[in-house]
């Protein structure tokens, strides 16, 4: 089924078709025709199945022939996590809105408020922005929500993750009560689904099969390798199969640093790309990297949701990631718009449990292939799929039973009185309740009469009076309880 019979605007049509895009995606099909009916909808799409113009298209044939916008007044809000996806959202919506008189911005933190007060004086037509930052804006008047007819919750289970719960909630409450609400996430987890339930009433849910969540169009393959070896063997593939680009995922920001530095010493060009850096050195690197100025991107997961780039080539895990999602939003950037990519990940030891998950995310193994010369001293075992870590599989596959607290001895007691565990139990009770004592002068007494020490029965009051595990009694077999040595002999 071509765009053109989707009823989306003759516009909208030309634009897309300009960019390449002749059939629309398995998700497109499905949320297209419902946004454009008005519903609300729910929808579970991994990145890279053309999730964002599944939004995007319906929404500005919505607003194609609509009046100027008011000033300070917004018509649709799309909230997203992080300031990389939220200006990649608003590139699109510019590219496909080529033909329209439709205004688009995005707002996000970590940057000078006042050019964004600016832009909202004037109205815009479609807002992306990150759920603080509106906020902000929001509190500060610069943006009034009187307008709004339609809320994008994108990917809303990372929006979650990062904790911006609160944020959502503040945000929908002063929203106009009608209007259109649409939640597009990678997962519908439950956390996802309960957000659904108080803000998109009466969804319709829309689920693409998890078997397709990584695009057929992406070549994955792992090597295994010993981790001091990594940076090594990502230079040899580098100069050996004569990489143009590579988009490279590491777990830290200290390890994208490091990296850079052992490429450069070998030759290679890189950057390093994480939330350590600000924002503009960020979004530079990012246009650098899109128009191929910078060949090789070593990028933290800030990055998996964030760059888009259609004709990327591969995408290299150097560190695999410790959510199997991160894994296919990762592999994501690759494959795009219908290209080919490839997508390679360096394997160690440590990685096993990982990679299990990734693995029974994706219901297949990933193919090995081994690298000559870099051969593993620490053997990565094949994967098996159905892995369940212990700390889960004893909470999940056996349902916690109550212990039975009447038939079980308590701490420090053996459960048989007058034995010499039951005393030495006792004693230890009464020493560890008993305040502690004062010091007292040589040769005196306590009140009643005995002296301060919490064992004064079984001390002698002058510590050079001899051994008192000399005067016990000596046991008298096998059979026969021990008397306790703490007391004196009675002879």
Not at 82 to 110: C, S
Not at 318 to 325: F, S
Not at 328 to 342: F, K, L, M, P, S
Not at 448 to 454: D, I, T, Y
Request: glycine share 6%; net charge positive.
């Amino acid at each position: 089924m071509p765009f053109s019979q989707l009823g989306l605007h003759s516009a909208l049509v030309k634009a897309v078709t300009e960019l390449g895009y002749t059939n629309p995606t398995p998700i497109q099909t499905k949320a297209i025709p419902s946004i454009l009916a008005g519903k609300n909808v729910l929808a579970a799409a991994q990145t890279g199945t053309g999730k964002t113009a599944s939004f995007v298209l319906p929404l500005l044939h919505r607003f194609a022939d609509a009046p100027k916008i008011r000033p300070k007044r917004v018509r649709a809000i799309i909230l997203t996590p992080t300031r990389e996806l939220a200006l990649q959202v608003e590139e699109n919506i510019n590219q496909y809105a080529k033909y329209l008189p439709l205004t688009a911005m995005a707002m996000y933190g970590g940057v000078d408020a006042a050019p964004q007060k600016k832009r909202l004086i004037e109205g815009v037509d479609l807002l992306v922005a990150t759920p603080g930052r509106l906020l902000d804006m929001y509190t500060q008047r610069a943006i009034r929500f009187d307008e709004v007819s339609v809320l994008v919750l994108d990917e809303a289970d990372r929006m979650l993750d990062m904790g911006f719960i609160e944020d959502i909630n503040s945000i929908i409450e002063k929203l106009p009560e009608q209007r259109q609400n649409l939640l597009f996430s990678a997962t519908l987890s439950k956390q996802v689904k309960a957000l659904a339930k108080s803000a998109i009433p009466d969804a319709i849910e829309i689920e693409i099969s998890r078997k397709s969540a990584a695009s057929t169009h992406i070549d994955q393959w792992l090597t295994t390798v010993d981790k001091d070896k990594k940076s090594a063997l990502l230079s040899h593939l580098i100069q050996e199969n004569n990489w143009s680009q590579a988009l490279i995922f590491i777990q830290t920001k200290h390890g994208a640093a490091k990296l850079v530095s052992q490429l450069e010493k070998r030759g290679i060009v890189a950057k390093a790309f994480h939330s350590g850096r600000s924002q503009a050195v960020r979004e530079q690197l990012l246009i650098d990297f899109k128009a191929g100025k910078v060949s090789f991107l070593v990028a933290t997961g800030v990055a998996s949701r964030g760059i888009d780039i259609d004709a990327l080539a591969r995408v290299i895990n150097y560190d695999l990631p410790d959510e199997a999602d991160d894994y296919i939003h990762r592999i994501g950037r690759t494959g795009r718009a219908g290209n080919q990519g490839e997508a390679i990940s360096f394997v160690s030891k440590d990685d096993f449990r990982n990679l299990c998950a990734i693995e029974r995310r994706l219901g297949h193994v990933i193919v090995r292939r081994e690298i000559a010369g870099f051969e593993p001293k620490k053997v990565v075992p094949i994967s098996i799929l159905d892995f369940v870590p212990k700390s889960v599989s004893t909470t999940e596959r056996k349902p916690h039973k109550p212990a039975d607290t009447s038939a079980q001895p308590r701490p420090y007691s053996s459960g048989k009185p007058g034995t010499f565990e039951a005393t030495q139990a006792k004693k230890h009770r009464s020493a560890k309740a008993a305040p502690a004592p004062k010091a007292q002068k040589a040769g005196t007494e306590s009140r009643s009469g005995s002296h301060s020490s919490a064992y004064s029965d079984s001390r002698p009051a002058n510590p050079l009076q001899g051994n008192p595990w000399q005067n016990s009694v000596k046991p008298q077999g096998d059979s026969e309880p021990q008397a306790n040595p703490w007391h004196k002999s009675t002879k």
